[in-house]
Structures are given as structure tokens and as C-alpha cells.
């Protein structure tokens, strides 16, 4: 298995540009997370899928911020318009479900937005 | 909103010396799990805790559950080089009547270097 698949491994966009980070989890997993890690905050979970549907989008910061699963091998995690504070690196990650929580989490994107 | 408390932040030893990894929280999880994070790539998970009291030995690693799994401690006996890394503890919440769908609260992390 490929593990977790995230694209792009990096991301450098201007304030106000729109940015899609894409996520492909492993195949037959049920859960999926949408987490960011900044040198300030640690890891911080955003938002999380369960059979494709969202069932927790409290951490997501603002509006700005949005999330989909379309099916069950893709996801994605848009911010328009984009602000310097977005920068960090994103990291989506998947899980079993069931008894299982572990999560394996894919390369990360790292964000700047200048 | 449950949370996790990890220290120290940061840890500089050398090769050989033994460390101490503490994740502490005022909330009792399901379970906690151990990751380790090498830089540009994902945490990969160590171990996964569930019982309270639980001593799990990964080798040179030996991770504790509180009696309370309230919290949780690390230990590393003769560190390596290659030990070191960002390691971060994870809980996952005690959900009444429900599932937590692995949904995890991850600590602030801990920076370890083990110098040669």
C-alpha cells in the first residue's frame, strides 16, 4: 500500500490566491483527518470525515476554510482567499475506524503564503 | 475540550543517557498513543495504550499509562542518534453513548536530539 497520498508536497502562493490541497487515504480506511502543524500550536486537527461524511468541523478556523470527500479515495482541503497566517504544513491523515485508531498520516503540504 | 500537556519541550541530551517523556492531562482518555515525527514527514505511530496501569517496552522505548489514563510517560534508555526526533502523544476521548471515530487530541510535542 501506498500509504496516505497528499499533493502538493509544497505550496507557495500570494495573500488572496485560492489553495487546494489534495488528499487520497489508504484504501478501506473509513476515517479522515485534515490536521495543521505550526511551530506555535502543535498539531491541530480541522476537520474529520467518517464514510465520506463530515462529522467534525469545529477546528476548522474561518470560513475561509472548507473541506470535501467526494468519495471514499479523495479529498480536499480549499482556503480562499489565503493570508499569511495560513502558512504551516497540512497534513491529512486516515484511520481504520472501527477499534483501530490509529492514524497514518500522509507527507504533509507545506503552505506559504507570502 | 480535552487537552494535553507535554513536557519538556524540548530535550538535548548525549548518546547513551536516558530520558523521560511526560503527557499529562486533566481529562480520562479511551486510549493514548505515542508517535514519532522525523522532519518533512507525517507522525508515525509508536504504541497505542489502553489499559490504565499498562507498561508497553518497544525495545529501548518503555511507554506507562496512568492508572487513571489521565496520563502517560515515555522513557528511552540509552538514547541514540537515531532516536531523535518530534514525539508527540495522542488521546483519544472517552465518548459517552458514541464513537470517537479516531479522532485524536495530540500534545504540543516534545523536541529530542541525541547528540553522537
Known amino acids: 500500500d501506498a500509504g496516505v497520498i497528499q499533493s502538493p508536497r509544497h505550496e507557495v502562493t500570494e495573500m488572496g490566491q485560492e489553495v487546494t490541497l489534495r488528499c487520497k487515504p489508504i484504501?478501506?480506511?473509513?476515517?479522515l483527518f485534515w490536521y495543521r502543524q505550526t511551530m506555535m500550536r502543535g498539531l491541530e486537527l480541522l476537520i474529520y470525515?467518517?464514510?465520506?461524511?463530515?462529522?467534525?468541523d469545529s477546528g476548522m478556523p474561518e470560513d475561509r476554510f472548507s473541506a470535501k470527500m467526494p468519495n471514499a479515495s479523495f479529498s480536499t482541503l480549499k482556503i480562499q482567499p489565503s493570508e499569511p497566517r495560513d502558512s504551516a504544513v497540512y497534513f491529512c491523515?486516515?484511520?481504520?475506524?472501527?477499534?483501530?485508531?490509529?492514524?497514518?498520516f500522509g507527507q504533509g503540504t507545506r503552505l506559504t503564503v507570502v | 475540550t480535552q487537552l494535553l500537556e507535554q513536557s519538556p519541550q524540548f530535550l538535548s541530551i548525549q548518546e547513551g543517557e536516558n530520558l523521560t517523556v511526560y503527557c499529562n492531562s486533566s481529562?480520562?482518555?479511551?486510549?493514548l498513543q505515542w508517535y514519532r515525527q522525523e522532519p518533512g514527514e507525517g507522525p508515525v505511530l509508536l504504541v497505542t495504550?489502553?489499559?490504565?496501569?499498562e507498561v508497553k517496552k518497544l525495545k529501548r522505548l518503555t511507554f506507562q499509562f496512568g492508572d487513571a489514563r489521565k496520563d502517560s510517560s515515555l522513557h528511552i534508555t540509552a538514547a541514540q542518534p537515531g532516536d531523535t526526533g518530534l514525539y508527540l502523544c495522542?488521546?483519544?476521548?472517552?465518548?459517552?453513548?458514541?464513537?470517537?471515530?479516531?479522532?485524536?487530541?495530540f500534545g504540543q510535542g516534545t523536541i529530542l536530539t541525541v547528540h553522537p
Open positions: 491523515a486516515s484511520s481504520p475506524g472501527g477499534w483501530s485508531t490509529e492514524a497514518f
Open positions: 484504501s478501506g480506511h473509513n476515517s
Open positions: 470525515f467518517n464514510n465520506n461524511v463530515p462529522i467534525d
Open positions: 481529562s480520562v482518555f479511551s486510549s
Open positions: 495504550v489502553v489499559t490504565g496501569g
Open positions: 495522542a488521546g483519544v476521548p472517552r465518548v459517552a453513548g458514541g464513537t470517537s471515530y479516531g479522532k485524536l487530541t
